[in-house]
């Protein structure tokens, strides 16, 4: 046979090697994630998987644009402490009954890792759990030190000197001893609940920042790989993901399981107590009405709300709002209309790029309207000489925005690509042909567990992108509509609450020194658990219906090859 012929035979073992080897590396990080992801770009021309040149195009896509411009109006709304804003105006609203507090973290945190970075979310919101929890600890030796003052008064009677002389020492101490030693045991028991608050207080933030990024298409890394990943090994579907579509998936699944998630915290660290966490049927407590306190004051001190936070507010709002109506999916969207139903002109990305150059453009100064003023006098107000900034200038962007999922992304669409071009994804998929014996929503769960347990140890990013495009020719084999299995691996990679390494936020929760790993090992693994049986209730209930998951759909049959 011509030599040529061992070389294409050859040519899925070469692209294998390579996703093993950064699988391994991916995982043991020998290399940083991002120098990882840009091998590809030397091994693929190298064992001539791909061209060079076709695999650079990989590397900055329609999805790598759709994560700058959604990251640089999060990066804006950090920059102008919009996002505190909104966590302490919600938390003075919700109150600080323990249940009640519990759920308002939850809330917020979940609300704005839905926007921002859930990195960014748990390392805002964590010192404002850390200020009410410090609070709450004061306010409660300040009322044992009352208790202790008041029972060495009661003991200044009639049977301080036979106190003194021992004499009366039994009767006092029916009196007072046993009250001490109950005392002593009551401070221990207080003191082991009040640190199971602290735990509880702690890790709903890292938990709620995890599954709020889950509801929308820029929340987090693998839903930007999942929308990448279908558009490149699928060239022919009509758009089925956008941020509409998975938002309206996406988000009643987050509210499922952050319910879940905030009951079950609480069984576990408040206890099932309504008059205690709930507060019902009684007045706020001193711990509570300090805590509060502690909430407004933060809220306070950011003052009335500037120029330029209004400003990023409304750009916000308005990138929200042209996501939505882009293309509702049960309507006809604003760019069917403008563009004479050639939609694909425009995408999400081309929405998120926009609005982030706006905040290149528009001021963070309302503009000076009386400039005339200044021509007839002499001197003239520094704040109208001073240059005006704009809402967001390139040295934040440069110093917040998260470069690295950028390229982890590009390397991502480089795997997929090379996996479709040598033929490894067919050969695969051929190999778990007998899978189609197994019903659909068996093999959901079982990817479920498996993704679920393989994110605890590498990126959520790096998770998707070497499971997406194997399941996706899987679902090519077996007959089964893709959606049905990549969705469930998508939304399994951001669900690690096991270590504290498998995510930042696990990491900074565990940084504060309240939750051992045992700790987060018991009650991540029960987590674990609940966000399986969400994300199966969710692919076989209203995903079904929104995704036409029981056919199998024409476009499925089409590779990006």
Not at 310 to 338: E, K, S
Not at 423 to 438: C, F, K, N, T, V
């Amino acid at each position: 046979p011509h030599p040529l012929l061992y070389l294409y035979l050859s040519l899925p073992h070469y692209c294998a090697y390579v996703i093993g080897l950064m699988a391994v590396y991916w995982c043991t990080e020998a290399l940083p994630l991002a120098v990882t992801a840009l091998l590809p770009a030397v091994l693929f021309p190298l064992f001539r998987v791909m061209t060079s040149k076709d695999v650079c195009m990989q590397y900055l896509k329609d999805t790598n644009m759709l994560f700058l411009g959604g990251l640089m109006v999060a990066v804006a709304v950090e920059h102008w402490n919009l996002h505190k804003r909104i966590a302490l105006r919600v938390l003075l609203i919700v109150g600080v009954r323990p249940a009640l507090l519990m759920l308002g973290f939850m809330g917020v945190t979940a609300f704005l890792s839905m926007w921002i970075s859930n990195t960014a979310t748990t390392a805002m919101m964590v010192p404002i759990v850390q200020a009410v929890l410090v609070q709450l600890s004061n306010t409660a030796r300040e009322e044992e030190v009352q208790t202790v003052t008041h029972i060495n008064c009661e003991e200044k009677g009639p049977e301080k000197e036979a106190n003194s002389t021992g004499e009366g020492s039994k009767a006092v101490g029916n009196g007072l001893s046993f009250p001490l030693e109950m005392d002593s045991t009551e401070k221990h028991r207080e003191d082991e609940e009040r640190l199971r608050m602290c735990k509880g207080m702690t890790l709903c933030v890292c938990y709620a920042a995890s599954i709020g990024g889950t509801a929308t298409l820029t929340g987090t890394g693998p839903n930007l790989v999942l929308t990448g990943q279908m558009s490149q090994l699928f060239p022919e579907n009509p758009d089925v993901i956008n941020f509409a579509s998975w938002f309206g998936f996406a988000f009643p699944n987050m509210i499922i399981m952050l319910i879940a998630a905030w009951i079950w915290l609480q069984l576990i660290f408040l206890g099932i107590n309504f008059r205690k966490t709930w507060g019902c049927g009684t007045v706020k407590t001193e711990k509570e009405i300090a805590a509060y306190n502690v909430i407004r004051e933060e809220h306070r001190r950011l003052g009335p709300m500037s120029y330029g936070e209004m400003n990023v507010l409304m750009l916000f709002i308005l990138l929200v709002v042209l996501w939505f109506t882009r293309d509702p999916g049960f309507v006809d969207g604003w760019a069917t209309h403008f563009f004479n139903a050639e939609k694909e002109y425009v995408t999400d990305a081309t929405v998120a790029v926009f609005v982030a150059a706006l905040l290149f453009v528009l001021p963070s100064k309302p503009p000076c309207l009386c400039s005339w003023r200044s021509q007839s006098s002499d001197v003239v107000p520094q704040s109208e000489t001073e240059p005006r900034s704009s809402l967001l200038t390139w040295q934040v962007v440069q110093k917040k925005m998260p470069w690295s999922i950028v390229l982890l992304l590009g390397g991502g669409f480089a795997l997929a690509k090379g996996s479709e071009d040598s033929g490894l994804s067919a050969w695969l998929g051929y190999q778990m042909s007998p899978l189609e014996r197994i019903p659909p929503w068996a093999i959901a769960i079982i990817v479920c567990l498996m993704v679920a347990t393989f994110t605890e140890c590498t990126s959520n990013v790096a998770t998707a992108t070497l499971f997406l495009p194997i399941l996706a020719s899987m679902s090519q084999s077996i007959g089964v509509n893709p959606l049905y299995v990549m969705i469930p691996c998508t939304l399994s990679a951001s669900f690690a609450f096991m270590l504290p390494v498998a995510t930042p936020p696990n990491a900074i929760i565990f940084s504060y020194g309240y939750v051992k790993v045992s700790d987060m090992a018991k009650t991540g693994f029960v987590m674990n658990i609940i966000s399986i049986l969400c994300i199966t209730l969710a692919i076989n209930s209203w995903g079904r219906v929104m995704f036409s998951l029981d056919s199998f759909p024409s476009w499925a049959n089409s590779t990006g090859v």
